[in-house]
């Protein structure tokens, strides 16, 4: 087990003349209240305090955060209180603390919610402060570095939550290290077969390498002394978890992955990386499309360096990368190289452009309410495929691979988006599908007459554009609905000669709550959508209408009345919709449901609800947002109407033998239409009435024992 000293050298290698006393004093509380505790591995719990610190100070962190990782689960495993925590160690420590604690107290519906839930308490606190999340990655690494002792399924779970969320933020922070090793430490645990014959193979493979790998190096090194440049060249072999990734997006074995190695020559400025990149092409051919320039287009990350791939010496490919010392120390520390120690303050996601991306991230956790969308919407953010193209006034924006004008517009303003009429890419007119490159220069042309449609959530990648898309059509589509509902409902009191606008003046919220809307305009859009019929909401005010006039008795009786009557309205429709009552019910033409059958309800615009199978072709293009859950609810003699499509060879009688087949299967033909085919061959459609899917199956059992009959199976039209 480490000790505090260790942990107080290694504050002391950067900063010399620091006070360690509040670390020291977090040091005796963490082990006074863990005192006992033991860990699965069953080392004393402290070890695992003290190994966060120490990662931390690894990272170069200011005091009160390594304090907060020797502390970071006293609130959650011990008596401490954050009130304890904010007297004894101040406000800094106890707001850090405050946004690592986890939510393991809240009960939540699904693993997808607490996943989500989590991840937006993580992003909440990361934007008052960024350390949060540092102590909260150290705090992850450190149970990574000991899964062996958790069961297999909660090493699985862990590890890909991992490698789908702390890996990335990792990288987004631009603490390289961390991202590799828990890369690592994920695959080893959700690949364990694989991780080990890689691990193997790899070992061998550059233990092989070795004087290639210094072979390089030094000729390398004498190029640029030739050229009056001092460097330092590295070479570092790439992480098990990239060359697996490389050998699964190539669909290569490892032996024909030769970059195994990446080298790396470091410089003093700028001016002289671009130098070194002349002399490495005019050394070794360069490989067509693998050079980047991330020193002029920096990653969100701040990473700069300038990386190409090269045929170098025996004909083997092998990738390089030039940078500063300064580049360097960013690539390796990320965020920590930024540090500001300068009267306590740390950098803001506010005041740095670089930090975009969380204050996206911001906006999601606010906006989406469904967990499985926000977690896509985080994972989409946390992922970049680095294309950089500019606006006409020449300022850089960042987009993931795929993305098209539509999520430049909405990058430059939620209206711009909004009012998208085309895009000029590099002074020609694009469609909007068009995918953005490297280097373009986007110029959106907007109109007041254009607004989203629905085809732009197929183009568009970002989760700002999909989310203002999904808020814009989702917002009209009730307005829609209010109008229409507003409309039938007039329709309705017109009708029968009643004064609507006196209705809305005096009854409307009344009525409303009776039904049990939140207000008036919740019953209208209800009306729109087809969730309840103007006639119901009509006869609910005429009802409020005439209650004074009657006597307790007489409205107990029609109160009694009108509930068997809805009860056997429901009865009769044979289907139960959850979470609402009293709408109109169609069975779906296309695919002509039957009891048994796994349906799905649709609320369409002024029908009520349309009950499809959940396997029909309709279905899949449904607006999720209309579909609602229903049960099959019937009586018994009860029958419903399926399409079935019979194929036989066309000869005399099979007409009559096919319609005998379904009338001793006890089924009712309603319709029959014959198509014959030039192949001598048949189609018969028949429309047949059946009590469920059990005696659907036996009527289709019957046909196909007839002989000459194909093949017979249920109609469903798109």
């Given at each position: 087990m480490i000790r505090i000293h260790d942990i107080l050298d290694q504050i002391h290698s950067y900063l010399p003349d620091a006070d360690t006393h509040l670390v020291e004093k977090a040091y005796v509380y963490s082990a006074k209240v863990h005192a006992g505790q033991v860990r699965l591995s069953g080392e004393p719990y402290l070890s695992h305090p003290l190994e966060v610190a120490l990662i931390l100070a690894k990272m170069r962190l200011d005091l009160p955060s390594i304090a907060a990782g020797l502390l970071h689960d006293t609130v959650e495993d011990t008596l401490a209180t954050l009130d304890d925590i904010k007297s004894l160690f101040g406000d800094d420590v106890a707001q850090i603390l405050d946004g690592v604690t986890k939510l393991s107290k809240i009960k939540f519906h699904s693993q997808i919610q607490k996943q989500a839930e989590n991840i937006r308490k993580m992003i909440l606190a990361m934007s008052k402060d960024l350390r949060v999340i540092l102590v909260k990655l150290a705090d992850r690494l450190h149970n990574m570095r000991t899964l062996e002792y958790q069961k297999e399924h909660k090493r699985v779970k862990v590890a890909r939550e991992t490698l789908d969320i702390y890996a990335p933020l990792a990288s987004r922070?631009?603490?390289?290290?961390?991202?590799?090793?828990?890369?690592?430490?994920?695959?080893?645990?959700?690949?364990?077969?694989?991780?080990?014959?890689?691990?193997?193979?790899?070992?061998?493979?550059?233990?092989?390498?070795?004087?290639?790998?210094?072979?390089?190096?030094?000729?390398?090194?004498?190029?640029?002394?030739?050229?009056?440049?001092?460097?330092?060249?590295l070479g570092r072999p790439k992480h098990l978890y990239?060359?697996?990734?490389?050998?699964?997006?190539?669909?290569?074995?490892?032996?024909?992955?030769?970059?195994?190695?990446?080298?790396?020559?470091?410089l003093k400025t700028k001016k002289e990386c671009y130098e070194a990149l002349g002399i490495v092409h005019s050394l070794w051919k360069p490989v067509p499309g693998r050079f980047k320039d991330y020193i002029s287009l920096p990653k969100a990350n701040m990473y700069q360096s300038l990386h190409t791939t090269v045929i170098g010496p025996y004909g083997e490919k092998m990738e390089i990368q030039i940078r500063t010392e300064e580049m360097d120390k960013v690539a390796r520390e990320g965020i920590a190289a930024h540090w500001l120690y300068k009267e306590g303050t740390i950098i803001t996601p506010d005041k740095q452009k670089q930090f975009d991306w969380l204050n996206q991230l911001m906006e999601w956790q606010k906006e989406l309410e469904d967990p499985r969308e926000f977690l896509d919407s985080v994972r989409m953010d946390l992922f970049p495929n680095d294309v950089y193209v500019f606006t006409p006034g020449g300022d850089v924006k960042e987009f993931p691979r795929g993305a098209t004008p539509i999520d430049f517009a909405y990058a430059i303003h939620t209206e711009v988006g909004h009012h998208c009429a085309g895009a000029k890419v590099n002074g020609k007119m694009v469609p909007l599908k068009y995918e953005l490159q490297n280097g373009d220069v986007v110029e959106i042309i907007t109109s007041p007459q254009h607004v989203p449609s629905r085809d732009w959530l197929k183009i568009a990648k970002t989760s700002r554009a999909l989310t203002r898309i999904r808020h814009w059509i989702k917002t009209e589509e009730r307005q829609k609905s209010l109008n229409l509902g507003k409309d039938l409902l007039l329709r309705e009191f017109k009708k029968n000669r009643a004064d609507f606008s006196e209705f809305i003046k005096d009854k409307g919220e009344e009525v409303a709550k009776e039904l049990s809307f939140k207000g008036l305009n919740d019953m209208l859009i209800a009306i729109g959508y087809g969730k309840i019929s103007p006639i119901q909401v009509f006869k609910k005010f005429q009802r409020l209408e005439q209650i004074e006039e009657k006597t307790d008795d007489e409205l107990i009786e029609e109160l009694n009345q009108d509930d068997a009557k809805k009860l056997e309205e429901s009865a009769q429709q044979g289907i139960n919709i959850h979470g609402i009552d009293n709408i109109m019910v169609h069975l779906g033409k296309c695919c002509t449901p039957v009891p048994g059958d796994d349906v799905i309800g649709y609320i369409t615009r002024g029908r009520g609800?349309?009950?499809?199978?959940?396997?029909?072709?309709?279905?899949?293009?449904?607006?999720?947002?209309r579909k609602v859950d229903v049960t099959w609810h019937r009586e018994p003699g009860e029958t419903y109407p399926v399409r079935l499509h019979v194929m036989t060879t066309d000869k005399k009688g099979m007409l009559a033998a096919v319609s005998n087949a379904i009338s001793n299967g006890e089924g009712n033909i309603k319709e029959a239409k014959v198509i014959t085919t030039p192949d001598n061959n048949a189609m018969f459609n028949f429309l047949v009435e059946v009590r469920d899917s059990s005696h659907l199956k036996k009527i289709i059992s019957g046909i196909r024992r007839v002989q000459g009959v194909n093949w017979v199976g249920r109609a469903s039209y798109a």
């Open positions: 922070l631009g603490i390289d290290w961390i991202k590799r090793e828990l890369e690592d430490l994920s695959f080893k645990y959700l690949y364990p077969a694989e991780y080990e014959e890689l691990k193997e193979k790899v070992e061998a493979k550059l233990g092989q390498r070795k004087a290639y790998v210094e072979e390089v190096k030094d000729l390398i090194a004498r190029k640029m002394a030739d050229f009056g440049l001092s460097c330092r060249v990239s060359v697996f990734r490389k050998m699964r997006l190539r669909n290569l074995p490892l032996e024909e992955i030769y970059d195994l190695i990446a080298f790396r020559i470091i609800v349309t009950v499809h199978r959940t396997d029909c072709v309709n279905v899949k293009n449904l607006d999720p947002e």
